[in-house]
């Protein structure tokens, strides 16, 4: 059995994968009731201003807003580079992306990735028994020793790479590519 699916079907998917569980690690706290679930959601792209909480005006955000309402939120934050493998990386590590190689995003031919000598910030919260996840776009290596599952989070649901980066993405001047199961 065949199936086809258009470029729109598999952005929206991505999207609404990434909208039900946020683009960064989200990790839960094991039975234990004495600490609190911890949930980072981190975004390429997205401004200040663009969840209803901090004022969004035309897009509704009403699970943000409701996390916000009942969690705790925080106003000021910055990233180590205004990219995504670079910006990703800092945030996982505590470190300087430059000083742990990751310069800029890396690009579909990249041979390297987040080195298994980096504690992450997965690695450091199962130090303290919590269960470990992340959903969305990791785009810190592809390469099987690279992806999440081996730098701490108990499970992955995502991208390796970039959404553009992916073997079928439409070239210039070519057709979209049919996707076949």
Not at 11 to 30: E, H, I, R
Not at 56 to 69: I, W
Not at 83 to 111: D, E, F, W
Not at 118 to 127: C, F, R, Y
Request: proline share 7%; with cysteine.
């Amino acid at each position: 059995m065949s199936f086809h699916l258009t470029r729109r079907q598999v952005l929206f998917a991505a999207t609404g994968t990434a909208l039900a569980a946020g683009t960064a690690p989200a990790m839960k706290v094991s039975s234990r009731a004495d600490r609190p679930n911890i949930i980072i959601i981190f975004t390429d792209d997205q401004g200040y201003g663009d969840v209803g909480v901090f004022g969004a005006k035309g897009d509704a955000t009403p699970n943000l807003d409701t996390m916000a309402a009942e969690g705790r939120k925080f106003t000021n934050f910055h990233v180590a580079q205004p990219v995504c493998s670079a910006s990703r990386a800092a945030l996982l590590t505590g470190c300087y992306p430059n000083r742990i190689g990751i310069h800029g995003a890396l690009g579909p031919g990249a041979k390297h990735g987040l080195s298994d000598t980096e504690m992450t910030l997965a690695e450091l919260v199962k130090q303290q028994g919590y269960v470990t996840g992340m959903a969305g776009k990791w785009h810190l290596g592809h390469h099987k020793r690279f992806l999440p599952t081996h730098h701490g989070f108990d499970e992955y649901l995502g991208l390796p790479y970039s959404n553009d980066m992916w073997p079928h993405h439409p070239k210039p001047g070519r057709a979209p590519t049919r996707l076949c199961r």
